[in-house]
């Protein structure tokens, strides 16, 4: 079945630490981003990427980084910089009008 | 700036009851339109679209109508089941971004 698959479903890290949150779909999508939601706030754009070894900011990039190496593979780091950290984190991938999300991965920094 | 708006929750309602969710939108231009709906413990799921004005989009029982005269979209079903409960999120595609709404939780009653 085709899909995208996040891990782990749960994180835990310290702070001051770096993490980096995986993302991996066999859609075959070009398209793929990722987004932060906070409850009330709805969904935000954190980055997202058109086509291998390119993204773009979304709006709310500061603290988080990305890369696009493979289609395949959009992994998102959140770094020590990111001041707000404890989120659930959504993965999603589309082509066309669709858009296919993962089914996310909680991550508590304390 | 484009953005969405809807209604804030939790709606509740009885098995069976009429459902309307708001939706509202500011974009330049003509925007697609989307319902997702976020089950629990799921990722986003797309559950009915609109590409332009006076389109209607339907699935599950569900509908909504892309208004321009009134830049809204909103989600109605004629009798909601305890399996609707879920979190309800609009959206919209303008300039190879999608941006969401904040979500409506809708619990259903049997």
């Known amino acids: 079945d085709g899909g995208i698959t996040q891990s782990p479903k749960y994180l835990f890290r310290k702070e001051g630490q770096n993490v980096t949150l995986s993302c991996e779909q066999n859609?075959?999508?070009?398209?793929m981003y990722w987004y932060r939601q906070d409850p009330g706030q709805g969904l935000r754009l954190i980055y997202y990427s058109q086509i291998v070894n390119d993204f773009q900011k979304g709006d709310i990039a500061e603290g988080y980084s990305v890369s696009r190496e493979k289609k395949e593979s959009f992994p998102l780091t959140v770094t020590s910089a990111q001041k707000n950290p404890t989120a659930f984190y959504l993965c999603?991938?589309?082509?066309?009008?669709?858009?296919?999300f993962g089914n996310g991965t909680r991550l508590t920094v304390t | 700036g484009n953005s969405v708006t809807q209604m804030e929750g939790p709606v509740t309602l009885s098995e069976e009851a009429f459902l309307t969710i708001n939706c509202t939108y500011t974009a330049t231009g003509y925007p697609s339109l989307f319902w997702y709906v976020q089950y629990p413990g799921e990722g986003l799921q797309l559950l009915l679209k609109a590409t332009k004005a006076d389109d209607k989009g339907s699935n599950k029982g569900f509908e909504a109508t892309y208004r321009k005269e009134t830049t809204s979209f909103h989600l109605e079903k004629g009798s909601v089941q305890v399996s609707d409960s879920a979190v309800y999120f609009c959206?919209?595609?303008?300039?190879?971004?999608?941006?969401f709404g904040k979500g409506t939780r809708l619990h259903i009653l049997p």
């Open positions: 859609l075959n999508h070009d398209a």
């Open positions: 959206a919209l595609d303008r300039d190879d971004k999608i941006i």
């Open positions: 999603a991938s589309s082509i066309g009008w669709s858009l296919h």
